[in-house]
């Protein structure tokens, strides 16, 4: 049990139980992760009605987590990735049942020609790491990435089964992106949402920006893979399965949409909101009703072929049905990041929520301090 800091932020008394609960947090947290520091925020009805955040932005405990402070969140981000997917879509710029090669005829090497846009974002492409040893340095090298990935065949049918892609998704749909767009899908998120929506949102981190991020304590223990096989060494456990070698400087400046993203969970419940609202954000139209629901449909459920569970994929997100990680409504979706963090919409509801924090957990999905969150919230709607 540790002491709890100041809370800051806003939180009107009909949302009291949610503020409890993220004092709880930092005294008396599931499986004994007391937080060292955390945000939680909910936009309802397209207003940002609960900003909760508490504790130190570093681990000496001497500097305090603000309202500025940046937190990586991992996996959190592909929530983001998916959203700009979306809004190429919306644009008329592709469509999900477009073949990737179509757009980018590279990637139809080695029996990949046939898989289209909706397959690749719901991790059916059979591209989960790489299939030879790579060293960790490569993840800088954008293009050494895809060239390898394009000439590599699948691990699995493309279509068959999703296997969670942790790091590779990320190449791929900004390569996408990029063929679509013109753009890096970094530069494309500040011109288009960060900037116009005031969003401190970043898909690669400029060097001037790097004093406002925190520091994380790493997870305890290493995450619960199941039973392990070949895909699943790819994915995470093979030494050239994660970005490394080069420094934190360099990590956050990179842009890896599936793995890097810094920001604040007021911003990623923002910019998820439109899911929520039918695609509006702050009274402008970002995302039609109709890409709304063709980001969120299933396009595959089954056992994972990396992660251990039985679950849902849209177009990028994690779907809450069977899972129920996002609160009780199945039409619930959004994504988990390493070590805890989290951010959903709920159109049923009408709201999106983000969940941030610095002591990593070794939770794949479903970190218990953000479904106490989730769980105080929906009692009190």
């Known amino acids: 049990m540790t002491d709890l800091p100041d809370i800051h932020g806003l939180c009107p008394d009909r949302f009291g139980a949610v503020k409890d609960a993220f004092a709880r947090n930092f005294t008396d947290a599931p499986e004994g992760l007391d937080e060292l520091a955390a945000r939680f925020s909910v936009v309802i009805d397209g207003e940002v009605a609960i900003d909760l955040w508490a504790g130190w932005a570093d681990t000496a405990r001497t500097q305090a987590f603000d309202e500025r402070t940046l937190?990586?969140?991992?996996?959190?981000?592909?929530a983001v990735m998916a959203t700009m997917i979306a809004r190429c879509v919306d644009r008329g710029l592709a469509a999900?049942?477009?073949?990737?090669?179509f757009h980018w005829p590279e990637f139809g090497q080695?029996?990949?020609?046939?898989?289209?846009i909706g397959q690749m974002m719901s991790h059916q492409s059979g591209l989960p790491g790489f299939s030879e040893t790579v060293e960790p340095a490569i993840w800088f090298d954008r293009q050494a990435?895809?060239?390898?990935l394009c000439a590599q065949a699948p691990m699995w049918e493309p279509g068959t089964a999703s296997g969670y892609h942790p790091i590779t998704i990320g190449f791929l749909a900004g390569e996408l992106f990029r063929r679509l767009d013109g753009r890096t899908m970094g530069t494309a998120l500040r011109e288009d949402f960060a900037q116009p929506h005031d969003l401190d949102l970043w898909i690669g981190l400029p060097e001037a920006e790097h004093g406002r991020v925190a520091q994380l304590r790493k997870p305890s223990a290493a995450p619960d893979l199941g039973v392990i096989d070949a895909i699943k060494k790819a994915a995470f456990l093979d030494r050239g399965s994660a970005p490394g070698g080069r420094g934190s400087t360099e990590w956050r400046m990179a842009e890896i949409p599936s793995a890097n993203l810094h920001g604040t969970a007021r911003d990623l419940a923002r910019i998820l909101s439109p899911f929520a609202q039918g695609g509006v954000l702050e009274g402008n139209e970002v995302l039609s009703a109709r890409t709304v629901a063709e980001a969120s449909r299933e396009r595959i459920r089954g056992r994972d072929r990396v992660l251990p569970f039985d679950m849902g994929w849209g177009a990028g997100f994690t779907l809450n049905a069977g899972l129920n990680i996002f609160g009780p409504n199945a039409e619930a979706f959004g994504h988990c990041g390493w070590g805890g963090s989290c951010a959903f919409a709920d159109p049923k509801a009408g709201l999106s929520a983000a969940y941030v924090m610095t002591r990593q957990s070794p939770h794949l999905i479903g970190d218990p301090r953000a479904l106490r969150l989730v769980e105080a919230l929906y009692s009190v709607l």
């Open 71 to 78: 937190v990586p969140v991992f996996s959190t981000g592909k």
């Open 145 to 148: 990435v895809l060239d390898r």
């Open 96 to 101: 999900y049942d477009d073949r990737v090669a």
């Open 110 to 116: 080695a029996g990949k020609d046939r898989i289209t």
